[in-house]
């Protein structure tokens, strides 16, 4: 999961009858005493579910959730001189497995569009039907999808240095 956005944890049903049901630790679970609790955790954490039934049998298992501090983070400025370095301007994925497609589009400081991909795969090299773009500031707006399926915008500014 990307830091800040929650997760439900599935723990196993029962047709036992059940005197308790906990995970831990609850501090970042609401709902800690269902099999399906929503964990909202800041760090990676190992989350254990504790089950009892009348008879005094008890069964753990765990569950861990892994926190990622973010699924992109775009570079504020690249330099697309041909020279082999920063040449794209990248919208790294964090290790590429939280995100499902990202919508890209690129203004210029008065609003108009210089660049817009709806399947964003670090591949723009500041150019604009074709020619250079002029050195300068450059606004985004990345609509990006998680692999659950939520949306997330990211507005930001760029610089393109030659």
């Given at each position: ?13 029962s ?35 504790t ?53 890209v ?58």
């Open positions: 999961m990307v830091d800040g956005y929650p997760v439900y944890l599935e723990g196993a049903s047709n036992t009858n059940l005197t308790a049901i906990s995970w831990t630790p609850s501090s970042t679970l609401v709902g800690a005493t269902t099999f399906k609790p929503l964990a909202k955790p800041n760090a990676t954490t190992t989350y254990t579910l089950v009892r039934s009348a008879n005094g049998c008890s069964a753990e298992d765990n569950a861990l959730v892994t926190v990622l501090p973010y699924c992109i983070k775009p570079l504020d400025a690249f330099t697309p001189n041909k020279d082999g370095t920063n040449d794209l301007w990248q919208v790294t994925a964090f290790g590429g497995t939280c995100i499902a497609r990202i919508y589009n690129v203004f210029n400081r008065y609003g108009n569009v210089v660049y817009k991909n709806d399947n964003y795969q670090n591949t723009w090299d500041g150019t604009y039907n074709g020619k250079p773009v002029p050195d300068g500031t450059y606004y985004y707006v990345i609509d990006y999808r998680l692999i659950n399926g939520e949306s997330i915008v990211m507005r930001g500014d760029l610089t393109i240095i030659r």
